[in-house]
């Protein structure tokens, strides 16, 4: 994580100004100050400094901002524009414009490589609470907490069909999950929700598969709440049963990711940064053999297992 926050702005005034000069008899260069105001939601202000050529005729000013936030920042607003001159007192007001900028604690990777989301960005920032978090451990366990918590999706108990997500395909519908226009998902939507708002904010995951899974322990399954048998519409069960119970379902394979070796699991639990891989496998697998007769299953899952997926390329 560099301690140097990137800015992103996505309005043309947040990088380029334009502005009339009249000229002075000599024509010569002076430093200005270039200040901006941000009002609105935000309290704080943003500075940038630039050299303003006093020729004339209509000049283009490459301007930066004087200092970065440490931490994830998100302003929006209208900003005032004033040219100052090193005289004490003498200034031009330039009247104001629209801004909105993202300060970001990296470059967004893919599938965001060549261009983020505006949307995205307001998402994370607004929806899911990342503004003022500095280290990629609190984003990646707001983001999962999140999309297990606070989206207000749930488990389909009946079939486990991906909603928002071709896995194979490295496909993810973004703008339709955002919305939460289909009130249901399965693991490959949360592993994949996880991984792309993580690559907006330049956090790098792994996308893994996990085959064979096996029984899990009581969790909080997303949107069902304590549940250890996840299909429980599907057999016309309880969402908590006997170990034995012959209705007891399983989950055959399970998607979830990973960062720095801890597992991150927005589907069940949620996990959120803070376990080994195989300190979650023991935390979510029931390994009784009892479970597992020949021949609809041979054993648990194992870590040797997880495959490791190419990242999402492609959203929709």
């Known amino acids: 994580m560099s301690d140097a926050f990137q800015e992103l702005c996505s309005s043309p005034a947040g990088q380029v100004l334009r502005v009339r000069c009249v000229p002075t008899p000599t024509g010569g260069l002076h430093d200005v100050l270039l200040r901006r105001e941000v009002r609105g939601r935000v309290a704080s202000d943003l500075e940038i400094t630039a050299k303003l050529p006093l020729g004339p005729g209509e000049h283009v000013v490459q301007a930066q901002f004087e200092?970065?936030?440490?931490?994830?920042?998100?302003?929006?607003?209208?900003?005032?524009?004033?040219?100052?001159?090193?005289?004490?007192?003498?200034?031009?007001?330039?009247?104001?414009?629209?801004?909105?900028?993202?300060?970001l604690p990296a470059a967004p990777i893919i599938p965001f490589a060549d261009a983020v989301w505006a949307e995205a960005l307001r998402f994370l920032c607004n929806r899911v609470g990342v503004v003022g978090l500095r280290t990629r451990a609190e984003i990646i366990e707001k983001i999962t907490r999140y999309c297990h918590t606070g989206h207000g999706l749930e488990y389909d108990t009946k079939e486990g069909a991906p909603r928002y997500g071709r896995m194979r395909a490295r496909q993810f519908r973004l703008n339709s999950?955002?919305?939460?226009e289909d009130p249901e998902?399965?693991?490959?939507?949360?592993?994949?929700?996880?991984?792309?708002?993580?690559?907006a904010l330049g956090v790098s995951t792994e996308w893994l598969y996990m085959e064979p899974y096996g029984f899990i322990h009581t969790t909080n399954l997303v949107g069902v709440g304590a549940c250890n048998n996840p299909f429980y519409r599907d057999t016309g069960s309880d969402k908590v049963v006997m170990r034995y119970d012959p209705k007891r379902t399983s989950f055959s394979n399970h998607a979830f990711c990973r960062m720095d070796g801890k597992i991150l699991d927005a589907c069940a639990g949620p996990h959120t940064g803070t376990e080994t891989t195989q300190e979650y496998i023991d935390n979510s697998i029931d390994p009784d053999p009892k479970l597992y007769p020949y021949p609809n299953w041979e054993r648990a899952g194992l870590e040797s297992d997880i495959f490791i997926y190419p990242p999402v390329t492609t959203l929709e």
């Open 177 to 180: 999950y955002m919305k939460g």
């Open 67 to 103: 200092t970065l936030p440490n931490k994830i920042a998100w302003y929006r607003g209208s900003i005032e524009w004033r040219v100052s001159f090193a005289d004490p007192g003498a200034s031009i007001a330039l009247g104001g414009s629209e801004v909105e900028v993202f300060f």
């Open 185 to 199: 998902c399965c693991c490959y939507d949360q592993a994949s929700a996880v991984q792309v708002f993580a690559a």
